[in-house]
Structures are given as structure tokens and as C-alpha cells.
């Protein structure tokens, strides 16, 4: 069984970078039943902020060893992902890819992506993630930290995110990925506070559009306010 899903995984990751290319084309246009509906994404944003404290060892794209404390300074809009999630994938190449283009230009803008899969998300496959979104690495991190258990326990303890799953299914994984993980959108203020969480995937799919049709309109608005709001500062 274990070998079993090493090979569905290793055949997934070969084709994790056509599938970022391909949900950067189509953007919000996926087909409803490419996907299924994505689990687990966090609610509306948060009223109150709290401070980050610790701090986590990240290894960017280019190769640079960064922290998360370096982002003091910056407005920085983080997010969990992993190369071969294809949820992941419509939302970088929808939302993200989006607010980055909008934002780029401005020197204290951040964008940070963190692998909950580090021990497969190496170099090579970051650095080609970040290349297929036209991400630069100073601007948009796509980073990993050491190793999986210290990462999920800052990414789930530090920073707030629900708990990180690990699959066993192999359809499962083969459809979802090797992990069920929090597609909500951190955003970070210049002193390392976490001021809100957005779901923006959840009010996307096809179960929070049924409940909500103008849910996701009025979260990619509030969040494009906060970030100008945090920007000015």
C-alpha cells in the first residue's frame, strides 16, 4: 500500500507544474466538476489581531534561507500550499496570482507561500511553481521550512491555521493531494500581527456560492480594503 501511493504521488508531481500553468489560463472559469468543493478553509476574517510570536526558518525559491521574522517591515499576505494540490492551484491561479500583479510594484508588499509538504516540495519544485506564476522571489515567497512537524506546528499553533492532514486513501490522495490543509489567506501588518483571515476558496466553491452567492465578492473586496488600509500605514 505505502508503494502504492508513492507512485500516485511521484506521477502527480510530475504534472504539478502543467497544473499550475493550466488554472493560471483558465483563472475563475474552472469547471465545477474538475474539483471537488475545498474543506477545512478557515472562517471570516478575524475582529482582533494577535501577535506572531516565534518565528519559523524558510529556505525561498532562489535558494535564500529567510524568516518569518524578516517580514517585519512589510504588509505580508501568507498562505499554506503544497506543489501538487490542486486546490491550491485554482486558488494561486485565481486570488493570489491576482493581488500579487496588483501589488507587486510596491516595495512593502509580501506574498508567502509555505509548504505543509517540505520534504517533497524541494528546490526545484518551488522554484518552478514560482516561475510558472511569474512570482519574484524577493516579492512572493515560495518557501519550506525543515521538515514537516515543525512546520505544521508553527503553521497551526503560531500562526492560527486549522490542523494539517495527512491522507491514506489513494484516490484520495490522487484527486486531493497528500494533504487536507487550510486554504485561507493570512494577512500580516508591519509589526508581525496577524489581522484577518479570509476563506475566499470556501465562498468560491460550489456549496459556499449556494449558500452565499455574494460572499466571495465581499471577501476579495474587504480584503484588497485591508491591504490598502495596512499599506498606508
Not at 503544497?82 to 493570489?96: D, I, Q, S, T
Not at 516561475?131 to 516579492?139: C, Q, V
Amino acid at each position: 500500500m505505502k508503494g502504492r501511493i508513492l507512485l500516485i504521488y511521484g506521477v502527480v508531481g510530475c504534472v504539478s507544474v502543467a497544473i499550475v500553468a493550466f488554472f493560471i489560463r483558465i483563472a475563475n472559469a474552472v469547471p465545477d466538476t474538475q474539483l471537488p468543493p475545498a474543506t477545512d478553509v478557515g472562517a471570516e476574517s478575524v475582529e482582533t489581531f494577535f501577535p506572531i510570536e516565534g518565528d519559523l526558518e524558510l529556505t525561498r525559491q532562489d535558494g535564500e534561507q529567510v524568516k518569518i521574522t524578516d517580514l517585519k517591515g512589510k504588509v505580508t499576505l501568507l498562505a499554506e500550499f503544497f506543489a501538487v494540490c490542486p486546490h491550491c492551484a485554482v486558488r494561486n491561479g485565481a486570488e493570489l496570482k491576482a493581488i500579487y500583479d496588483q501589488y507587486r510594484s510596491d516595495p512593502d508588499f509580501r506574498m508567502v507561500c509555505v509548504s505543509v509538504d517540505p520534504e517533497t516540495d524541494g528546490p526545484a519544485e518551488l522554484k518552478a511553481y514560482g516561475e510558472a506564476l511569474g512570482a519574484e522571489p524577493e516579492s512572493w515567497w515560495f518557501t519550506r521550512g525543515q521538515d514537516a512537524a515543525s512546520t505544521h506546528d508553527f503553521l497551526e499553533n503560531h500562526l492560527g491555521f486549522f490542523k494539517i492532514r495527512e491522507r491514506t486513501d489513494p484516490l484520495d490522495i490522487q484527486s486531493n493531494g497528500r494533504y487536507s490543509h487550510d486554504l485561507g489567506l493570512l494577512l500580516i501588518d508591519r509589526d508581525l500581527n496577524v489581522v484577518g483571515k479570509w476563506p475566499l476558496a470556501d465562498a468560491r466553491s460550489d456549496e459556499g456560492r449556494e449558500r452565499d452567492p455574494g460572499l466571495y465578492d465581499r471577501l476579495r473586496s474587504d480584503l484588497q480594503q485591508r491591504i490598502e488600509k495596512e499599506l498606508a500605514k
